[in-house]
């Protein structure tokens, strides 16, 4: 049973920055690839940015830069630095990862969401 939480969503003001966490927790061996997704008012579910256990980093599109995705493996957190937020930045954020819940066997999971406003 595996378990992930996404927490530091809220409203921003335009050009500000957010964190994003999430967190991982319940019965399972380690934590393989964890990404964050994002789905606007009327758009399709994304890939925002997706990080290996082993630290290899793949952004979606022109957030490279603006947006950094890094995680801590001892307490299976990972993060979404968000910077110069814009509007079209709006969505639920979502957390995704790949677990090991047991040998050589990976599933995948979800987070509920945090919702991410940016807004003057």
């Known amino acids: 049973q595996v378990q992930l939480v996404e927490s530091g969503g809220g409203l921003v003001q335009p050009g500000r920055s957010l964190t994003l966490s999430c967190a991982a927790s319940g019965s399972f061996f380690s934590v393989n690839d964890m990404s964050w997704y994002r789905q606007a008012p009327g758009k399709e579910r994304e890939l925002v940015a997706r990080i290996t256990s082993g630290g290899a980093k793949v952004y979606a599109g022109d957030l490279r830069g603006r947006f950094t995705i890094a995680r801590d493996n001892a307490k299976n957190i990972v993060y979404l630095q968000m910077n110069s937020l814009k509007p079209e930045d709006t969505a639920v954020y979502y957390c995704?990862?790949?677990?090991?819940?047991?040998?050589?066997?990976?599933?995948?999971?979800w987070g509920k969401g945090t919702q991410v406003t940016v807004s003057s």
């Open positions: 995704n990862a790949g677990v090991f819940v047991k040998t050589y066997y990976t599933m995948d999971y």
